[in-house]
């Protein structure tokens, strides 16, 4: 969907406002993720990296020491604000929760995309990151594959405020919907994005439940465990088919031990890379992004292809 008239020249006045003529070693782009505590946001900061020495300018990843702060993420963004930032990008923890600090940066002149996570009601410039909606449906069809009707799963989710987390459990669930395929969901828990409390969750369903066969795990923070710990978290069983999020190495590796049947695999990397490079399209050259939605796409990862996943960097 293409920028309406009233953004457009909304971003006209505040591409004139903006430090177009500052040399770039100038300008400071700053990246804001839900938390610092997961591995998937070290290959976001890869991307945002490699862009900033790409186009000479400085980068910085600043977030919440633990996930799902929404305070803490506001007030960051708060502090960023005063201090002038040439541009943000921010994955909300809680879209309600900082669409006000976003439209006051973008007052502030300072332009502002979302990533990972969207906050739509603000006046966000762009999202940058996986359709979400259309990946928990890829995620169901992975897990149809190893069940049959009348089978009961269960899902795991990092935090019930999440945008990007809601939107593949609501993809996920009207996939299986459409299928007709007759299957039990018994519970959803919340691990407050935190690996420990993810698998105690899913080693005390996993055990208080026998007839459980399937898991959909909407991120990562079960599966960056070793194989050990992980097959603590599944009561020591095999016969369970697991769906999750990301393509962190321990997550490749219980793919390659055939503990976690698929992973949907977002491009972290992208999308720190495209933020900076859109901001400082914004900001240093005057161009104005084509569409409110930049999609950077999914891979599917299974045991036919993890090798091959598995020796690319992370």
């Known amino acids: 969907m293409h920028l309406l008239r009233p953004l457009s020249l909304f971003l006209s006045g505040m591409l004139l406002s903006l430090g177009c003529s500052k040399?770039?070693?100038s300008l400071r782009y700053v990246v804001v993720p839900k938390a610092l505590t997961n591995p998937y946001w070290f290959q976001v900061e890869d991307g945002m990296k490699a862009a900033g020495e790409k186009l000479g300018v400085r980068v910085e990843m600043i977030g919440p020491a633990q996930a799902s702060d929404v305070t803490a993420q506001v007030q960051i963004l708060e502090s960023l604000i005063a201090s002038r930032v040439s541009g943000l990008a921010v994955s909300p923890n809680d879209p309600d929760g900082v669409t006000s600090v976003i439209d006051r940066a973008v007052a502030a002149g300072i332009p502002v995309l979302t990533f990972d996570s969207d906050a739509p009601k603000s006046k966000r410039l762009c999202y940058v990151g996986t359709d979400n909606y259309t990946a928990g449906r890829a995620a169901a069809r992975q897990l149809l594959l190893y069940l049959k009707p009348g089978d009961a799963y269960a899902i795991l989710t990092g935090s019930l405020g999440a945008l990007n987390l809601n939107e593949r459990i609501r993809g996920f669930r009207d996939e299986i919907a459409e299928q007709q395929a007759?299957?039990?969901e018994i519970n959803l828990l919340n691990c407050d994005e935190t690996t420990d409390r993810a698998l105690d969750q899913m080693e005390d369903l996993t055990r208080a439940t026998p007839q459980l066969k399937a898991w959909f795990i909407t991120?990562?923070?079960?599966?960056?465990?070793p194989k050990g710990a992980f097959l603590n978290a599944l009561d020591q069983r095999r016969d369970i088919a697991v769906i999750a999020f990301d393509t962190v190495k321990e997550e490749l590796l219980l793919v390659k031990e055939g503990l976690v049947q698929a992973l949907i695999?977002?491009?972290?990397?992208e999308m720190g890379y495209r933020c900076?490079?859109?901001l400082h399209d914004i900001v240093h050259n005057q161009k104005t992004p084509a569409s409110t939605t930049l999609s950077t796409g999914v891979d599917v990862i299974t045991a036919a292809n993890v090798d091959s996943f598995l020796v690319k960097p992370d």
Do not use: I, K, N, S
Not at 219 to 225: E, F, K, P, R, Y
């Open 23 to 25: 040399p770039p070693a």
């Open 182 to 184: 007759d299957l039990r």
């Open 219 to 225: 991120g990562c923070w079960a599966t960056v465990t």
């Open 265 to 269: 695999g977002q491009r972290p990397y």
């Open 276 to 278: 900076v490079e859109m």
